[in-house]
């Protein structure tokens, strides 16, 4: 099974792609097509994605790729790749659904704006202790009823998992890079 990693709005960073050899992921998604930006902050990166990909596109980058993919895959997003996944998961058609087996989504603010979707696929969606622009545990309370869905609210903010971040942590990182490994393996899966 192929692990797919669904970057943020930072990319395809040196960081994202050390994670990516860490949990062997054979392929990562990003919406600059594998062109680094350097970005200096979130607000910089944010502000160039919504300028110039946007939601809707980066959906049409990560589904192309799923197009192109042979076998099953599993994809692994943080925060606006997260997002996408979670729209991606509606989807029905016959390649998604031989496809895309299970997901893990890492702090998908956007998910909020989208509780109506229902997955098709299996994903565990991983939300930060708090977020400034919503209540964490009342999106979780309107997420637990759906098929398909496991959330979970950790001790860490939002980006924990990317150095880029401002709220990059250490010891987050390492629990949930171990974490992923432990959900990666085929057994976990298979379960």
């Not at 980058?61 to 996944?85: D, H, Q």
């Not at 659904?97 to 994903?123: D, W």
């Not at 001790?155 to 949930?176: A, I, P, R, T």
Request: proline letters at 3%.
């Amino acid at each position: 099974m192929k692990n797919i990693i669904v970057s943020d709005v930072f990319g395809n960073t040196p960081a994202l792609i050390a994670l990516g050899n860490a949990i062997n992921a054979d392929v990562i998604v990003d919406p600059y097509l594998g062109k680094q930006m350097s970005f200096k902050d979130e607000s910089q990166a944010y502000t160039y994605f919504t300028a110039n990909v946007g939601i809707d596109n980066y959906l049409k980058i990560l589904l192309k790729k799923i197009e192109e993919s042979s076998g099953e895959c599993t994809l692994i997003g943080f925060s606006v790749g997260a997002s996408i996944i979670w729209q991606l998961s509606q989807l029905t058609s016959i390649k998604i659904s031989n496809t895309v087996k299970y997901a893990t989504c890492f702090y998908g603010s956007q998910i909020r704006h989208m509780t109506e979707l229902s997955p098709s696929f299996e994903v565990k969606l991983i939300f930060p202790k708090k977020e400034p622009h919503f209540d964490v545990s009342a999106l979780q309370q309107v997420l637990a009823s759906k098929q398909n869905v496991t959330t979970m609210q950790v001790g860490f903010l939002h980006g924990f998992m990317n150095s880029h971040s401002n709220n990059f942590s250490h010891v987050g990182y390492k629990e949930y890079l171990e974490f992923l490994r432990a959900e990666l393996k085929p057994s976990a899966l298979n379960a």
